[in-house]
């Protein structure tokens, strides 16, 4: 079941895993760490393995033996999780990872678990590897390469990327590039963000990514809340 787990895309095999019955701990091998990065790939949209680099949750580089809720940088743990006392080990992550509301009731973990004992296992193999150093991830690199597509370095962009204007009219924005192009998206379907982390755009100099399979919708990405407005031009 693992392996037909790992060829699923990251979404799909979350879902496997979660609905998977559960193994007894007799029937549970010795993790396997290179199966447990195949299936990292699941947590791979949340949560990176390079130090300081955190995302929807904080970055998992250094986690064995540490506190919960301790990573530094990291401004969003609930007070649940910093409060629990908790201790980052094999028997504390394999239950975190079989139910996270029922192991520290009232965290802000929405993932709903890993049923399958022998993917627990796996996955803490290769979590205790890529903490120590000793894990060589899908990107190449040792304990932090995995997620580089996920969050793309924005501090050198290509024309059709950098921002040069952003007109708003009725329920219309139009975006101009610095490559001389004009797209327009329907309001709901473009989303203003920010990122002032080392992979943010340059100030002044916001991004367009886009999304969706029709290319109809996108991401103008600031590298600070106060840009938003004051780059907003209303006008038809």
Not at 33 to 40: D, I, R, S, T
Not at 90 to 115: C, E, H, K, S
Request: proline share 7%.
């Amino acid at each position: 079941m693992l392996k037909t787990v790992a060829r699923l895309r990251p979404a799909a095999a979350a879902l496997m895993l979660a609905l998977a019955p559960s193994a007894s701990a007799a029937d549970v091998a010795l993790g396997n760490a290179q199966e447990g990065a195949k299936l990292f790939g699941a947590c791979a949209a949340c949560h990176s393995l390079a130090p300081g680099r955190h995302m929807t949750g904080p970055s998992l580089a250094g986690l064995w033996e540490r506190k919960a809720g301790t990573a530094e940088g990291f401004p969003r743990y609930s007070e649940a999780l910093t409060s629990s006392g908790v201790t980052w080990n094999a028997q504390t992550l394999d239950a975190w990872l079989a139910d996270p509301r029922a192991f520290i009731p009232n965290n802000r973990m929405t993932f709903p678990g890993v049923r399958d004992a022998q993917a627990r296992a796996d996955l803490i193999a290769y979590l205790q590897a890529a903490s120590s150093g000793q894990a060589e991830t899908q990107g190449g690199g040792m304990g932090g390469g995995m997620m580089s597509g996920e969050v793309p370095p924005l501090k050198q962009m290509t024309p059709d990327q950098q921002v040069t204007a952003i007109r708003y009219c009725g329920d219309t924005y139009s975006v101009t590039t610095a490559a001389g192009e004009t797209q327009q998206f329907w309001e709901r379907n473009l989303r203003f963000k920010t990122d002032s982390s080392a992979d943010g755009p340059p100030k002044g100099k916001p991004a367009l990514l886009g999304a969706g399979m029709m290319g109809d919708r996108a991401s103008v990405i600031f590298a600070d809340p106060a840009e938003i407005s004051a780059f907003i031009e209303p006008k038809c």
